[in-house]
């Protein structure tokens, strides 16, 4: 049977630690070190989001410190020297905040980190609500999941069904989440697809293809008795 494919609300954490927009700066470094985060989630109103503190916000203060206002070379990062001088989370957070929602696929929550350079997302629902937080960590779960769960997909939903009347004749091996198919096929056309496909199986951390084309039958030939 297929594993199903993990959700943000799969991997998610929970249990959340958030403050409102007037948490003072102070009050904000003792709640990331507390609950050793890198970052957290401002809240306003029913728990929607409005904004995320994090580390980097914080140190702007400590970065700009040694630096006069009218520093040339801060003129073109205004901003970052207005959190230098920033007391309270509203002051600090970036916003507007980069969430996903739970029912996004771990994929999609990859890409988000990798594009925003964020360690961390908060989760919400349709209405803007923090459920949950998903990190970096998070997302790697699911490279936890067995060789022998990967195998048994990859042969029941991948290459079972291009051999419906017969033995398929293409062997798996997964070790470590590294996926090795070696065999061969009579629609080499169809390699590329199947490529994909094993890359997209969970837990799958690289795939080595072998597959080809079978041997020709061997014609027979004739032995002509010479007259």
Known sequence: MRYAQSNVSDVMTQTVVAVSRTAVYKEIVRTLAEWKV???????????VIGVVSEADLLSKEEHKDREQTDV??????????KAGARTAEELMSTPAVTVHGGATVAEAARAMAHRNVKSLPVV???????????????????????????????DDVIAPLFPHREPTVEIRVEEGIVTLSGHMADTALIPLVTRLVRAVEGVVSADIRLNAPAAPRTARRHVQPR
């Open 38 to 48: 890198s970052a957290v989630p401002v809240l306003e109103g029913e728990n929607r």
């Open 73 to 82: 070379d801060g003129l073109h990062r205004l901003g970052d020297l207005a």
């Open 125 to 155: 629902d349709a209405e803007g609500r923090l459920v949950g937080i998903v990190s970096r960590g998070d997302l790697l779960k699911v490279y936890l999941r067995g060789d022998d769960d990967i195998a048994a997909e990859i042969r």
